[in-house]
């Protein structure tokens, strides 16, 4: 039964979710369709559930990192860097959440926030301009007829996104817009196409119990 | 080593050096390369145009957090630039747990200019439960039972004629990730008719543009550019049109140093 039952609530929600968007008349006996059903019941569940994923993750990378810092294990500095700020901008954000008319506590939050957690965030993206750069001069040589393609294009865009690559050639900025929205859109169509139906087909196997990854064990 | 390999192989270091030094003068000295504006940036513009500032109430969901700031923030200041600017009153709501404090310093900045929280715009904070949340916010937008000010939504009159997500004049999403627009498109547009548009930060626009070719985002801000594109549509001056300059100059210098390597690869093959 350990198998059994976790296998039927997966076949009868999914079944649920399934129709719920396809689907419009009453199920008989409950009085009430699928769609009906879904935002009434299984929707808060879904959110409560997702939400309670990130605390217990939350909880899990605390427990980790404690235990770095408490064994000393190599580069712990850098684990109690990880405990302190994120009980330090917990703690803050639960006060804030508690008393959200009180003007010091909403100003300390945004202190905080605005000189601490911004720029570092920013600091961390904005970094990836210089990899990139570096990458993309390593990277792109015209080593073979795919590569060339790939570099001519990629420079089209890189010009043709940014003002100034209307000032070097007019037509930069038309044959950018026309490769993100014929040739690249062929290509995200058919990914997302290509990924949808593979979803469609890993959920059919999920809903049917021939895959039971998700159970855990062997 | 001869100067042909020498060149296909500069220390990353001069690459860096360069590339900040050509980021940060324009920024200090704006150079005001013109700028054309695409249809997905007008399409936005000409739907906030087209809105009633008596009736109508747009969602703008603040889905990004400070690392994606530079790139897509200036779009969400110079859409409700043009929301204030017509009058049309929005309410605000994150599905990432950064947004209300993005969200927060727009406020801000608006009542110190005389518009009022509760009448002009509202914000219900951060919903958690990522798609789901969106689903279920958008079957049920009083789920969001208090806004970030702790005030319950039936005592917020901005909230009175709101159900569902349908129920708004628009949506506009300003998203950097995952949940994003794709989540709303999923949870919103498709089964429920909800008209949607979206900020999307540049790395995401080639993934996005199916959708707008289909009809599903109505308009599109396409990253920093999208937002100083939409401030030369308004006529208000922002922070996108200032760091496009230095975007032009980091694009031509990375060109520059790709064309360098491949002078020097071909070079090198010849030998």
Redesign the interface.
Known sequence: MRREIPLLITFLVGIIFLFG?ITTGNIPVLEMSFRQIV?TYL??W??????FA?GLASINLLRLHGSYVARKRSGWINSAALVISMLFFTVARIIRELR??DPEVVAF??RI??NI??????A???IL??Y???A???A????SLEASVL?VA??IV??G???????IWDYF?SLQ?WL??VP??AG??AI?IGAAIGGFATSLRILFGLERGYLGGD | MNWANKLQSIDRRIIYTILLIGLTIPLIWPIGIPLAVNDTTRAVYKIIEDLDPATDVVLLSFDYSPASAPDIHPSAVAIVEHLTKRGIKWVGVSFWPEGPQMSEGIMRNLETRGLKYGVDFIDLGFMAGAENAIAEFAQNSRVITTDVRGTHIDNLPLMNNITTMKDFAFVIGISAGDPGYNAFIRQAVDPMGVKFAAAIVTVSVPAAMPFYASGQLRGMLQGLRGAAEYESLTGVAGRGAAMMDAQSIGHLIIVAFIAVGNFAYFLSKKK
Do not use: K
């Not at chain 1, 879904?46 to 939400?51: S, V």
């Not at chain 1, 957690?117 to 920013?122: I, K, W």
């Not at chain 1, 996104?161 to 000032?167: E, R, T």
């Open positions: 968007p935002s929707s808060p879904t959110t409560i559930i997702t939400a990130i959200p008319t939050y945004g926030f605005d957690a911004a720029p570092l965030s920013g961390m993206f904005a301009a210089f990139i750069a570096s993309s001069y390593r792109f040589r015209a080593r570099l990629a420079i890189m010009l996104a940014a003002p100034v690559g209307a000032l900025p817009r993100l929205a690249n859109t995200q169509r997302i």
